[in-house]
C-alpha cells in the first residue's frame, strides 16, 4: 500500500481561514457549535490512578475521530519514533553514541496540555486564521 501520508501544508486543517472551509472540512455547522460542546457529550470519570478521563460522545466523538484522522494522515519527522513501524528499540539505536540524552516524564503529557497549547498549535503551525483556531481548540480542548 502506497503511503498516504502527506506534509503539513497539504492536510485540510491547513491554513483554514473561514468559517465555510471549517465546516466542510471538520463536517459540522458552527451555528450549533454550543450543541456540540455541551457538558452532556462528555462522561467523565476518575480511572483507577486518580486521573479524570473526559470522553466525548455522540456528535462530539464523530468530530473527534474526524480531527484525529486528519492528524494522523500528516507526515512526522524523521526523528519522532512514537510511529507505526518504529519502536522503542529503533530509538534506543539511534541514540546509541556519544549523544548527550535527557530522558523526560510524559506521563502527564495530556492532562497538561492548555486550550492555549492547541490554539497555538493550529495558528502557528497549521496558519488557520484565529476565530478557526478558538473553534479548533474549543473542540478538542478540555471541557
Same mark, same amino acid.
Request: hydrophobic share 35%; aromatic share 10%; proline share 5%.
Given at each position: 500500500?502506497?503511503?498516504?501520508?502527506?506534509?503539513?501544508?497539504?492536510? &485540510?486543517? /491547513?491554513?483554514?481561514v473561514?468559517? @465555510? %472551509?471549517?465546516e +466542510?472540512v471538520l463536517?459540522?455547522?458552527?451555528?450549533?457549535?454550543?450543541?456540540?460542546?455541551?457538558?452532556?457529550n462528555?462522561r467523565?470519570?476518575t480511572?483507577?490512578?486518580g486521573?479524570?478521563?473526559?470522553?466525548?460522545?455522540?456528535?462530539?466523538?464523530?468530530?473527534h475521530k474526524?480531527?484525529?484522522?486528519l492528524?494522523?494522515?500528516?507526515?512526522? &519527522?524523521? /526523528?519522532?519514533?512514537?510511529?507505526? @513501524? %518504529?519502536?522503542? +528499540?529503533d530509538?534506543?539505536?539511534?541514540?546509541?553514541?556519544?549523544?548527550?540524552?535527557?530522558?523526560?516524564?510524559?506521563?502527564?503529557?495530556y492532562?497538561?496540555?492548555?486550550?492555549?497549547?492547541?490554539?497555538?498549535?493550529?495558528?502557528?503551525?497549521?496558519?488557520?486564521?484565529?476565530?478557526?483556531?478558538?473553534?479548533?481548540?474549543?473542540?478538542?480542548?478540555?471541557?
Open positions: 500500500m502506497a503511503n498516504s501520508r502527506y506534509p503539513l501544508h497539504q492536510s &485540510p486543517l /491547513y491554513k483554514i473561514g468559517l @465555510g %472551509r471549517l +466542510a463536517r459540522i455547522d458552527v451555528s450549533k457549535l454550543d450543541r456540540l460542546l455541551a457538558p452532556e462528555y467523565v470519570w480511572n483507577d490512578k486521573r479524570e478521563i473526559q470522553q466525548p460522545l455522540k456528535w462530539l466523538a464523530q468530530v474526524r480531527i484525529g484522522n492528524l494522523s494522515r500528516i507526515e512526522l &519527522p524523521d /526523528y519522532v519514533y512514537s510511529q507505526k @513501524g %518504529r519502536s522503542y +528499540a530509538n534506543a539505536k539511534r541514540h546509541t553514541g556519544n549523544f548527550p540524552l535527557g530522558k523526560t516524564d510524559i506521563s502527564k503529557f492532562p497538561s496540555t492548555t486550550r492555549q497549547m492547541v490554539w497555538r498549535m493550529f495558528t502557528n503551525e497549521f496558519k488557520c486564521a484565529n476565530d478557526v483556531a478558538d473553534i479548533l481548540a474549543d473542540i478538542c480542548g478540555i471541557m
